[in-house]
């Protein structure tokens, strides 16, 4: 992107005064260098993204923004329904609820490197991951229903984790408001056999070591140390987030014009909150949040039947569960008022700062760990909120490295089976059914996570907590 | 004019996928081709299973939206994968079919799941060279 064509405002804070449509200034987090390696049409969007009917304060791109459909990846933005604010399917993004749960281990490096081959097949053999792949479970009608209410809270009472996982999930692992009714019987389908099961693209499963602490009182409150291994789950709502995205983008883009509203561009798709189509959607949306909760407390479930018969007596303990594509309903402050808005982030990550009641109890003092999945060549990040990024980004931060490069670039530039041989000499053990499919998420494809979260940082979005490595990659 | 063709096209994080042909079933027959091509290599599926799509909708583009989203939706709900197609095309209707078999891990590699085909760089249109293009991004 041309640094030109913005107002810097200071070292982080780049602006587009509002002009045309745009109802509000666009502002983007980032330094000068990842701004350079934005896409012009970071730009565009986001400047779309202000023109909606709505809109508070500004529409906001995180360090770590590129090109996604209407709304970046990275992008944040908060209507209000009483001046006819609207809710976007592609606000939200395909993969409704998309997220990373951290969980510690309380084992050292020493504990895990020994038994780090059979750890990675005993995680490959419990996990199913990557395209064809089952999950346990085969949910009848009313099981589904139940689970698209229940969230983790569901998939708890059936056996799969403890209370104490729910306490560390945001929304204590059950989003209210879900409408299983509001769900189409093809989006269930899709979801009828993926329960616990990982996905493929970029989402992933690794063991990771602590290998930097930046923040050491936050990290004593997180319970975690330097050389400690944690496991961290990237993954969201499957097939049936899939379905509900395409189902409503096509709806609200057809229905536009009847709600009045002028779309910049047909992917910016949305309908008035206070409609039934935009009633609809939040309710099927939030279903699929509680779809994306009750997988990762599945998987949670059998990451610890893998370390098992592993490392006996391993305690697996989940840090925090926090998604990064969702639409919010929170109370922010928009020019001195407490206003109840709803808040889009798609491919960004909440980020409450110190003391906001939404914050398990436990960590509530500290700040809401903010988890960052990295490339399993590099390193991922647990960041914690900041009170100030209230102010920045109504407590928003990025959520994970970016892509710099398109999946032909880097199938062009690597081989599946070589990249996994590197990395297993570099002590970084791979497991995935997809040679392609590691190519494709090759490390050197994604921008420098390091360089995204320092930006987020000094931008005051969110604060350096630790940094992880991986030792053990289970990729879909 | 040329013989019916697919290609994929960048877009930042995902794919775009394009059917071209002389005429418009032709490229959405192909954009199907494409679409597959993201997950796995169509010449390797072998043709045991027929699925049969039907969809109307307001107008080209987002019939041929219809046309790949249904595809996707037997992919993930059904675990196929696809090697050959026939579209028909009435007036917003489309009459769609499609022929391959249950994805098997071993033999076809799948490298990834397609999330939903989107309006981005979404069109139906002719070229200078009045070969129909059917094209558009897909999340994966």
Not at chain 1, 418 to 426: G, I, S, T
Not at chain 2, 108 to 125: D, R, Y
Request: with cysteine.
């Amino acid at each position: 992107m041309d640094t030109n064509s913005l107002q810097r405002v200071s070292g982080e804070e780049w602006r587009i005064e509002p002009h045309g449509k745009m109802r509000v200034p666009a502002i983007i987090y980032a330094t000068e260098e990842l701004i350079r390696e934005m896409d012009e049409k970071v730009r565009e969007q986001i400047v779309n993204v202000a023109s909606l009917p709505g809109i508070e304060k500004a529409a906001y791109a995180m360090p770590d923004a590129h090109w996604g459909y209407g709304f970046p990846i990275g992008g944040v933005a908060a209507f209000d329904p009483a001046r006819g604010g609207v809710v976007s399917a592609g606000g939200v993004g395909f993969d409704i609820s998309c997220g990373v749960r951290t969980l510690l281990t309380g084992l050292t490096v020493e504990d895990v490197e020994p038994v780090k081959r059979s750890l990675a097949d005993s995680l490959y053999r419990h996990i199913p991951a990557g395209v064809g792949s089952r999950g346990l479970l085969e949910l009848t009608d009313s099981e589904l229903d139940e689970m698209l209410s229940g969230g983790a809270q569901w998939a708890v009472n059936r056996g799969y984790g403890t209370e104490a996982d729910l306490t560390r999930t945001e929304e204590k692992g059950r989003m209210t408001g879900a409408r299983p009714d509001a769900v189409s019987e093809f989006a269930k389908n899709r979801q009828r056999r993926e329960m616990g099961t990982l996905g493929s693209g970029n989402h992933y499963l690794e063991v990771q070591r602590v290998t930097e602490i930046f923040d050491v009182s936050a990290a004593e409150a997180f319970g975690i140390h330097r050389n400690n291994i944690v496991v961290s789950i990237h993954c969201g709502s499957r097939g049936l987030g899939h379905q509900i995205g395409t189902d409503f983008l096509r709806e609200m883009a057809i229905q536009a014009k009847n709600y009045g509203i002028d779309l910049p561009d047909r992917e910016l798709a949305c309908a008035p909150i206070e409609s039934s189509l935009g009633e609809k959607y939040l309710g099927a949306m939030r279903a699929a949040i509680n779809c994306a909760f009750a997988n990762r407390q599945i998987i949670t479930h059998l990451v610890r039947q893998a370390f098992a018969p592993v490392i006996p007596g391993a305690e697996l303990a989940v840090l925090y569960d926090v998604s990064h594509n969702t639409c919010k309903v929170e109370e922010h402050q928009v020019d001195g008022h407490m206003k109840r808005l709803f808040v889009h982030r798609k491919g960004a990550t909440r980020a409450f700062g110190p003391n906001h009641p939404a914050v398990a109890e436990a960590l509530r003092a500290t700040g809401q760990p903010v988890l960052i999945g990295g490339t399993m060549g590099t390193a991922s990040y647990i960041l914690v909120g900041t009170a100030e990024s209230e102010i920045h980004s109504f407590s928003s931060s990025c959520h994970g490295a970016g892509r710099q490069m398109s999946r032909a670039q880097a199938t062009k530039r690597w081989r599946g089976r070589e990249l996994m041989d590197e990395l297993a000499e570099r002590g970084i053990l791979i497991r995935s059914p997809s040679p392609r499919g590691v190519a494709e998420e090759a490390p050197g494809a994604y921008k420098d996570v390091n360089a995204v979260v320092e930006a987020s940082e000094k931008a005051g979005l969110s604060r350096r907590v630790a940094k992880l490595e991986p030792l053990i990659c289970i990729k879909g | 004019m040329n013989e019916p063709r697919w290609e994929h096209f960048q877009h930042g994080a995902d794919v775009g996928i394009r059917g071209i042909g002389p005429t418009k079933e032709e490229a959405f027959q192909q954009a199907a081709v494409a679409l597959m091509a993201v997950v796995t290599d169509p010449e390797h599926v072998a043709l045991k299973r027929e699925v049969i799509v039907e969809r109307e909708a307001p107008d080209d583009e987002i019939l041929l939206m219809d046309w790949l989203n249904a595809l996707i939706y037997e992919m993930s709900a059904n675990q196929l994968v696809f090697g050959s197609f026939d579209v028909l095309l009435g007036d917003h209707h489309l009459q769609g079919r499609a022929w391959g078999e249950k994805v098997d891990v071993e033999r076809h590699e799948p490298v990834v799941e397609v999330k939903g085909a989107t309006f981005t760089a979404l069109s139906v249109a002719q070229n200078s060279n009045r070969d129909w293009v059917a094209q558009c991004v897909v999340d994966v």
